[in-house]
């Protein structure tokens, strides 16, 4: 069946450090998006990507960046991890160019910056 | 992108039905309505997407008024189970070129 999935599931790194973070699907959907939600609160958005080679930022951008080198894969990346990046991650991905479009999410990654 | 705005919380019981109203005044032509749930510790799941009227599947309906600017959200009969975050989403699909945006949601806890 196909699927998205995340790696890793947990991760506890140390502020200042590059850390990246997985996002793999398999239904070949061109879209793809990266999400934090902070404990308590709603989704919000980092990155997405329409297709290879295309990112855009979202509303919550700074700190993080993307590459879309194929279809399957968007990792996100925080360029020197700060305290307030300890949030959970979800990865998802939606079909793109149809009338009724689902965004289908990842299991999420909880990340902890000490 | 257009804002929504939807209760914090609500509370109901086992085998009643519950109503969640989503408003989204500066809503776009092009855009959809777009509802997801979310249980702890989860991503969030899609539950049902409208445009105009009234949309129902097995899990819910949704109801659009004919001015669009709000939306509601209704769960037959709820149980335990149906315990969770719900999300109103607007933002424009067919094209795929554009992204939607979460609000904070509506906990909804429902009590046996």
């Known amino acids: 069946d196909a699927e998205i999935t995340q790696s890793p599931r947990h991760k506890i790194t140390e502020t200042g450090r590059q850390v990246t973070l997985a996002c793999h699907q398999t239904?070949?959907?061109?879209?793809m998006f990266w999400y934090r939600q902070d404990l308590g609160h709603g989704l919000r958005l980092i990155h997405y990507?329409?297709?290879?080679?295309?990112?855009n930022k979202g509303e919550v951008s700074d700190g993080y960046s993307v590459s879309r080198s194929n279809t399957e894969d968007l990792p996100l990346t925080l360029e020197s991890a700060a305290s307030s990046q300890t949030s959970v991650y979800f990865c998802?991905?939606?079909?793109?160019?149809?009338?009724?479009?689902?965004?289908?999410f990842g299991p999420g990654t909880r990340l902890l910056v000490l | 992108l257009a804002k929504t705005t939807q209760p914090i919380s609500m509370d109901s019981y086992e085998g009643q039905e519950v109503n969640i109203t989503c408003s989204h005044n500066?809503?776009?032509?092009?855009?959809?309505i777009t509802w997801y749930q979310q249980f702890p510790s989860q991503g969030p799941r899609f539950i049902i997407q409208?445009?105009?009227t009234k949309v129902t599947n097995e899990v819910a309906s949704l109801f659009i008024p004919a001015d669009r600017k709000s939306s509601t959200l209704s769960l037959p009969r709820v149980s335990l189970s149906d315990t969770a975050v719900y999300y109103c989403?607007?933002?424009?699909?067919?094209?795929?070129?554009?992204?939607?945006?979460f609000g904070s949601g509506t906990r909804l806890q429902v009590q046996p």
């Open positions: 998802a991905s939606s079909e793109g160019g149809v009338a009724e479009e689902t965004q289908y």
């Open positions: 239904w070949n959907h061109n879209n």
């Open positions: 990507s329409y297709g290879v080679q295309d990112t």
């Open positions: 500066n809503i776009a032509t092009n855009d959809y």
């Open positions: 409208g445009y105009k």
């Open positions: 989403l607007v933002g424009e699909v067919g094209t795929g070129r554009r992204a939607l945006t």
